[in-house]
């Protein structure tokens, strides 16, 4: 019999060997010790990676293994002669776990033969982790601590993240939740869905839409190819689009947004410490409570306003200028086209 090239390093662990059924159960699953936990590298060529800190059972490695060529359950003894074009790799030391999964040749590579080895890690909650996957999603939940991955061809989920958290794809969507104190997102190729965050937030794509809900703190939200969708921010945002509208709710914050070939509006509950709005081509709508005082600086193709006391200045048709009950922060409106402001 060949000897497969499976270097799974055991030191005092335990090692338990599954079949896989319907894509569910992993191909095997290494036991950790969970005092020596500190952090885990996780690195894949052609898989999907979880890292978990929510204690589903002990803290473990699960390695599940389908083929690369649509078929995607394939019998255990097919994986074990393909695993001869491969180095999976798991080890525990110093208190980091290393789940590495590689190509032996750098040279030609039949696809057919290829497989995808895909990584579920779960351990306690108190970890940094290092990702890296070219072929697959990337999902972490229930941490705390510095979290850095990157995937090539997948989308990112994250749930429960507490602590600096960085993350990067080429090819898929973002979506976080639940998470805070410092995140850094951006995509290349998918949409964006934030929702109960706090902290600094960045947010960037270059290719899709902006799903905004429940934030608080510092946020710059940016995309290049689609709208913006915020509801209940607290704080400061910066947002902007070059291809697509915006639309804001329950705000709370101070503002800074623009858009090059679309609509916008936004609502406001309070404003903060400024608003600045640029849109280059499309209408405005502005909507700010009654009661709070503010400098006014709107300029448009048509400025038109509901107010009719409590304002000190002037009214023109496309500029209006002045103090709104008493004044306070400045609200400056550079449109080209209709500018809207409700007062209510």
Known sequence: MKKYLLLLLISGQSWIAFAQRDGQAPYMTKLLKESAIRSVVVKTSGGSITVSGAGNGD?????YISGNNGIGNISNDEIKKRLENYVLDITV???EVQAIAKGKSKGLFNWNNSL?????????????????????????????GKQTFETSG????????????????SGGSIHVSNSGQDIDLSTSGGSITAANCIGHIRLETSGGSL??????GNIDATTSGGSIRGNSINGELITGTSGGSINLTQLSCALEASTSSGSFHAQFNSVGKYVKIDVSSGHIDLDLPSKQGVDLDLRGDKVETNFTGNFEGTKEKEKVQGKLNGGGALVQVRGNGRVNLNVN
């Open 211 to 216: 799903q905004l809900e429940g934030l608080q």
């Open 154 to 169: 997948g989308s990112l989920h994250m749930d429960r993240l507490t602590g600096a958290i960085r993350g990067r794809t």
């Open 93 to 95: 030391n110093n208190g």
């Open 116 to 144: 995808n080895i895909s990584f579920k890690v779960f351990v306690p909650k108190q970890v940094t982790t290092d990702l890296n996957t070219s072929g697959g999603s990337i999902h972490l939940d229930n941490l705390t």
């Open 59 to 63: 803290p473990r490695v699960e390695v």
